[in-house]
């Protein structure tokens, strides 16, 4: 009955996905009932927890519901949305023997430019100045030293008056939303933005919290919409949405904090590449504007090295003092010896060195990338925020957006388009390629 | 009404063992309806949270319910336990003033036992050969060389045969009891054992997941109690449980293994101190007994370093290849730096040269401590399995757990009972001294 191939590694979200566009294009009709988990499993030769957590997705984003005793199934998706959905989602799925000269969806910085060599210096001088204090038992919340570090480092960068005490040492991102759901109960509801980057719904879903796609417009995310979500939580990026772009104007951040005082909820600033502004000042932050009702978040793993799974967020105290209750018995996740060498970083103005260096290359990188889309034979508009490290290209004579990858695929270039990072359905986003130029180099871009 | 000191930091468990020692006391009697959290946390002058928290404890270990629309409710606990319980509690809590001159609660190895030396040119080596390669994202169940490294000390060490496809890296016992619940579900229940190290039961909570204490007996875990508990994972320590120190016989450790074959579900085998076997060969782990059913777990926290948070986990092929569903996209949370300087830990056989070195540390120090306990005035034995580091001492002349911990204080030793490692009333662990001997030195012995 349904002819649906898993074979690739990530079966529950192949199924997901597949399930998901057989409901947006009226294959599975609204109020269908879908096969039980054991049936469908046995059916497609795949293990009942991968129907589970295909299952769960869906429910998540409300493409399917359960009745108790009954099953589960499908929802009526509006004629108009599916019409606007792209077809040929399935084609967004990279097949593992598919081979792409350049990856506009995934980039990691050149390894070249990180500056090895003074890392590698740190290190040793840590080890040696620190020495055996290396093995002591970390605080918590981090080591005091790098605190006070990222401290200094968010005042002379960002403007923000963080009180060390406040800022919590985390294992990356992943790991920090992980904290928030603790911290602010999995009961609550989590809102974020849709489109936008999928491992923060799906982080705060692993850790059994609900959570809630709230449209993006050009302000940033949709407050009517969040006033009337019941959420307690607005995950958002207002310095560079990803991968819309949007930067929220001061405005709609007020009315964004008006909305966690009057709701008693809070805000998640994630301001993941505010480093990367290439042109022009970042706006104030909204920490700065209501420390008590916003966590602003970041991480180092974008800017200093992918192993380095690095972050942090400032609490407000209230939070800060509940984080404390929690966790004052535990150690911290990240090894001392990285806070130490990242500390280092920080305080001996090697880290703002290396940033700059970054922002000049990716400066060069963004022109030339910017003069090919131009010199597209296909019409291409460049929607460009001068923020952030990646660009939105509009394709308004593209038929779709599966014809948009078609054609980059023919290219060598791996890509997505707006509407793969949809959580929900939304229309008005076709015809929008989203371009990650982190990884991308001269050389590689000369072979376009 | 309530006159609760809550002014040290640790403010909701202080509450939540006040409210337990009052219902275990009949203070508070069975059925008696609890105060609002709102109107708790004003008359106390503390956050609703710290309440909620104290609560959801309460409700864990089941002395307190809830009804809907109406609140909470003291549990009636039977009348004998009641006097079975140490009336005084309170004492347990250290307060922030009070000076130990020998902890023997928490113990960490003296740091001068580490081979810092070793370490330190291991990273130097590390950060030289390995090089930028130090910079790479590494895959979500950690480093290759580790993996291999660590499946080969498994069957140097332990006799344990894993594949080094299905170990799991992550960063220490806390965050990979996190892991089980995101694979297993927090819908399911997990059985700890009780008495039992708090920090499993806690964690399992604090990540959403539903425990249930089941007592231990002298074969380990009560498998007859288990069998009716409804439990999907049974997280036990079969090598030396903590504290009681029992080991589980092959018997039990078969009807366990039945257990989690009829009823679908699965074993985590935490083998936090298997490493300080001071006397004879350990039992087979259970994991060598079953792989499909058993998970084992191990940290090197313990036995390296305290900031070192680094643990591993063996999975079953099945719960593998849902972790890899799950995580694929995800990066290790452990840097590769930590990795690889322990994987050449390992290879280079310096891992088991320094548990080699403390073993015989460690025999020294229990030899001269069984001497010490014998020498006591008060009566005194030994419950010594020559495994792990701690014993119990029971002292049957004793009128209550409070009075020893006061004499321990009076000589300036922090000591707790086996009664303070209860997760649920239980009869029979009066006058028993948990000692945790893995931070004493003979410099602090000679001085008792």
Known sequence: MYNYDLSGRNKYYTLYSLIRDDILRGKIRGGERLPSKRAFAAELGVSVVTVQLAYDQL?????????????????????????QRPAAVKKEETKEGEKFIIDLVHGNTPPNMFPFSVWARLIRGVLSDVGEHLLERVPCDGDKQLKRAISAYLYRSRGIDADPRYIVVGAGAEHLYGVIVQLLGRDKIYAVENPGYGKISSTYALNGARFTPVGVTDKG??????????????????????????????????RLIEWAKSSGGYIVEDDYDSEFRLTGKPLQCMCGLCPEKVIYMNTFSKSLAPSMRLGYMVLP?????????????????????????LAQMLDGGYFERHINRLRNYYRTIHGALIKKLAALPEKCEVVDTGSGLHVIAKFPDAKSDGQIKLLAAARGIRIKCLSDYLLAPM??????????????TQELLSKI
């Open 59 to 83: 429910l998540a984003e409300g493409y399917i519901s359960s009745k108790e005793r009954s099953g589960f199934f499908a929802e009526s998706v509006a004629e108009g949305l599916k019409k």
């Open 427 to 440: 229309a008005g986003v076709e015809g929008c390629a989203v371009i990650n130029y982190s990884g991308l």
């Open 221 to 254: 995310i949709d407050i009517s919409v969040l006033e009337n979500s019941g959420a307690f939580v607005a995950h958002v990026s207002p310095s560079h949405q990803f991968p819309t772009g949007v930067v929220t104007p001061v405005s709609a951040r007020s």
């Open 317 to 341: 105290p209230e939070l800060y003092e509940r984080f404390l209750q929690i966790f004052s018995s535990s150690a911290n996740f990240v090894p001392l010896f990285e806070q130490k060498a």
